[in-house]
Nanobody, 124 residues
C-alpha cells in the first residue's frame, strides 16, 4: 500500500529555516514524482514544488524560488523540502503527494496519494 508521511514542521522565526521530510513506503521513489503543497487557513491548497521520478527535474512556485529546495534520497526513499528565509506568508500545513507516475503535474487534482500534513508556523 502506497503511503506518504511528512515530518519536520514546527515554529520558526521569520528568516529561519526548516527541512521537511516526506517518507514513502509501498513504492519506490525512482519511479514516482513527488510534490509539496501547502494550505493556509481560508486559502486554497497550492503547489509549492515538485520533483520527477528518475530525472530529478524540479520546479517551484514563484514565491519560493531561491528560498526552497526540493531533493530526493532514493536510498532512504524520502523527499525533502529545505525551506530557508522563511516568511510569515509561508505558514501553512505542508503536504507531500504523488501523481502515481514519474511526472509532475501542475494540477493539484492529478496528485492522488497524500500524506497527513505537517504544520509550519512562521512567527516572531
Amino acid at each position: 500500500q502506497l503511503q506518504l508521511v511528512e515530518s519536520g514542521g514546527g515554529l520558526v522565526q521569520p528568516g529561519g529555516s526548516l527541512r521537511l521530510s516526506c517518507a514513502a513506503s509501498g513504492f519506490t521513489l525512482d519511479y514516482y514524482a513527488i510534490g509539496w503543497f501547502r494550505q493556509a487557513p481560508g486559502k486554497e491548497r497550492e503547489r509549492v514544488s515538485c520533483i520527477t521520478g528518475s530525472d530529478y527535474i524540479a520546479d517551484y512556485l514563484d514565491s519560493v524560488k531561491g528560498r526552497f529546495t526540493i531533493s530526493k534520497d532514493n536510498a532512504k526513499n524520502t523527499v525533502y523540502l529545505q525551506m530557508n528565509s522563511l516568511k510569515p506568508e509561508d505558514a501553512a500545513v505542508y503536504y507531500c503527494a504523488t501523481t502515481d507516475s514519474a511526472w509532475c503535474s501542475k494540477s493539484v487534482a492529478d496528485f492522488t496519494s497524500w500524506g497527513q500534513g505537517t504544520q509550519v508556523t512562521v512567527s516572531s
